[in-house]
T-cell receptor, first 114, second 110 residues
Framework: DTGVSQNPRHKITKRGQNVTFRCDPI?????LYWYRQTLGQGPEFLTY????????KSRLLSDRFSAERPKGSFSTLEIQRTEQGDSAMYLC????????????FGQGTRLTVV | GQQLNQSPQSMFIQEGEDVSMNCTSS?????WLWYKQDPGEGPVLLIA???AGELTSNGRLTAQFGITRKDSFLNISASIPSDVGIYFC??????????WGAGTKLIIKP
């Protein structure tokens, strides 16, 4: 399977715990995006990487959130001291460069904070 | 964050009926995209539009980029059970960031 892969698919954690999600983009895609989606809403942009450089972060990405893409391949999204409001689907997408290079999405990681 | 106005919020239709949904924005976009999302899955791109007035088809799906660049619509002809899901519009200005609608949930009456 050469699609975008996200792990885990589901995560239940207690409030205050740290969680980390992983995204493996389509190989040779140099752009990688993280989005958050809550029930009944469209995805909201969190952050964007071009290769290993994190080029933009949304204001939605509080200090408790950090994302990395150390070798320009896979990426991790960590949430520290989780809160109930962090419960959402976290989506990763990747694309090649160019204005018409649309992103392919992974299946997402569903986070539930109890 | 900013979102597009997508309507209707949900639709109940009979199998075989045509479906129409639209998105409007207060700002101009250079690109309009339409995605479908099934439960527990990520969005899948259906149609991409890059020029004002552009009309593009993908099988039974047809989408148009509004002349004002502030709106787009998606039509599905002769709906079938597998069309069930949530359809999202997304717009892009000049950079890579997508602005999304809240989705149109398509439900087919048994």
């Amino acid at each position: 399977d050469t699609g975008v892969s996200q792990n885990p698919r589901h995560k239940i954690t207690k409030r205050g715990q740290n969680v980390t999600f992983r995204c493996d983009p389509i190989s040779e895609h140099n752009r990688l995006y993280w989005y958050r989606q809550t029930l009944g809403q469209g995805p909201e942009f969190l952050t964007y990487f071009q290769n290993e450089a994190q080029l933009e972060k949304s204001r939605l990405l509080s200090d408790r959130f950090s994302a990395e893409r150390p070798k320009g391949s896979f990426s991790t999204l960590e949430i520290q001291r989780t809160e109930q409001g962090d419960s959402a689907m976290y989506l990763c997408a990747s694309s090649t460069g160019g204005l018409r290079a649309e992103a392919f999405f992974g299946q997402g990681t569903r986070l539930t904070v109890v | 964050g900013q979102q597009l106005n997508q309507s209707p919020q949900s639709m109940f239709i009979q199998e075989g009926e045509d479906v129409s949904m639209n998105c409007t924005s207060s700002s101009i976009f250079n690109t309009w995209l339409w995605y479908k999302q099934d439960p527990g899955e990520g969005p899948v791109l259906l149609i991409a539009l890059y020029k004002a007035g552009e009309l593009t088809s993908n099988g039974r799906l047809t989408a148009q980029f509004g002349i004002t660049r502030k709106d787009s619509f998606l039509n599905i002809s002769a709906s079938i059970p597998s069309d069930v899901g949530i359809y999202f519009c997304a717009g892009r200005h000049s950079n890579y960031q997508l602005i999304w609608g809240a989705g149109t949930k398509l439900i087919i009456k048994p």
